[in-house]
């Protein structure tokens, strides 16, 4: 091999930027968010796997259409009529942002920005 | 025929994807093949480089454009024609951060008069750029995936990509750059005659891998949502080796993960690997010093030598005889 030396130090740097995540974190991973349901209540206003997947962009319709059209009756995939609001519907059950909402937020790095005009719930004595 | 076998094949590649989840082969499809293709990619990656650090350069061959150092009073081209290996190591620096020797792409043109004229294109030049740097923002913006805690510099990344907020989750810019970049590489090697007669099927392979894998992912990330905390906790496994299958992950994603894995199996053995070959070029990465300093073919025979005065010692006799003047 020609020029060994410097070939060699360019492949550990590429070998080194290529494998990044694998020892970043020392093998280490983040515990699986666990984030706390409200108890006593069974459903939601969609199903389960649909606010997992899809709750941001039905909070981002909600948006629109209560505060842009002023109209905020939601009808949910089984028919039933929601009440549009996030401090009146959302956060009845789910009061506490730092349990429920932070939790998957900080794992996967979600900075929505709900909070630039709504208040923080009281739970939590950040304003930020 | 050369742009729609590929086209096919990505097609084709999608569907073993989508028909590996509905079959419940999740644990292949997230855990295996992404080990597979991130040992070859790595692996291969080396191979090919060592593969090229063995060939010799026969000659000192720089590609150069400029006036090279001469006479003290020529002007010397520093960057076009590099003198020192400082000169080069800036002229590699212009090449492989700013792509200058595609900006200095011209094009002819047969205008009435008849008349031949040449002028600068940067239609390639500015598709690469975009395509490149769109290209790495999509995958520093990934890391969020990957990597825990995510450091300051990804979150930077990601402010400034989604920093027009729009729709929630918020657009990222990087990856509309790189839809455009790939499909303005591809318009260019569709509309262009020339380009296109010597285009091959390993052109438009990465080309509709690449626009398979934006396309995927932004289906997933604005239409056909999936559950992205599973995503991250099946992605971490991979990265700290306990892997986990999470349930209820589309096959959205698994299509995405799936041309991804092929791309990086695939990049060793493409033309992808200009990556590592732009570093490797002897028409880049030398001095244009041929008259300064000597470069010695490392395939050269050793010649056993016979000088001058050693021929004289040998004949010194003969060459008396015949009265031959001797120095």
Known sequence: MYDSGKVIIGLVIFVAIATFPFWFGMGKAAPMPEPQLPKGKKECVESKEFMRSTHMQLLNEWRDQALRDGDRTYVNHEGKKIWISLQNTCMKCHDNKEVFCDKCHIYANVKPYCWDCHFIPKESKQWN | MRIVMPFIIVVGLALTAWAGWAIHLQGFFGVLVPYAAALIFVAGFCKKVVDWAKSPVPFKIPTTAGQQKSLPWIKHSNIESP??????????????????????????????????????????????????????????????????PVPCCVDLIDKVDSMFQIGAPPIYLSGFILLLGVTALFLRRILIPQVRYISLVNDYFPLFLIMG????????????????????????????????????????????????????????????????????????????????????????PKVKLHTYEEWVEDYRDKLEEAQIPID
């Not at chain 2, 002229?91 to 011209?106: A, D, G, H, K, Y």
């Not at chain 2, 047969?110 to 490149?132: C, D, M, Q, V």
């Open chain 2, 213 to 300: 894998i934006v396309i995927s992912g932004m289906l997933m990330r604005y239409v056909i949502r999936t559950d992205i905390v599973g995503v991250k906790a099946l992605i971490m496994g991979l990265v700290t080796f306990h892997p986990v299958v999470p349930d209820g992950i589309g096959a959205i994603f698994y299509i995405h993960l799936f041309l991804v894995c092929c791309l990086f199996a695939y990049f060793p053995f493409s033309k992808l690997m200009h990556m590592g070959g732009v570093f490797m070029s002897p028409t880049r990465n030398l001095p244009n010093n041929n008259r300064a300093e000597r470069h010695v073919n490392p395939w050269d």
């Open chain 2, 83 to 148: 003198f020192t290996t400082g000169q080069v190591i800036i002229r590699m620096f212009f090449e492989v951060f700013f792509f200058r020797s595609l900006f200095r792409n011209l094009k002819g043109e047969l205008r009435s008069g008849p008349s031949l004229i040449y002028g600068p294109t940067k239609w390639l030049w500015f598709s690469a750029i975009l395509f490149h740097y769109g290209f790495l923002l999509v995958i520093l913006h990934h890391l969020r995936l990957a990597i825990h």
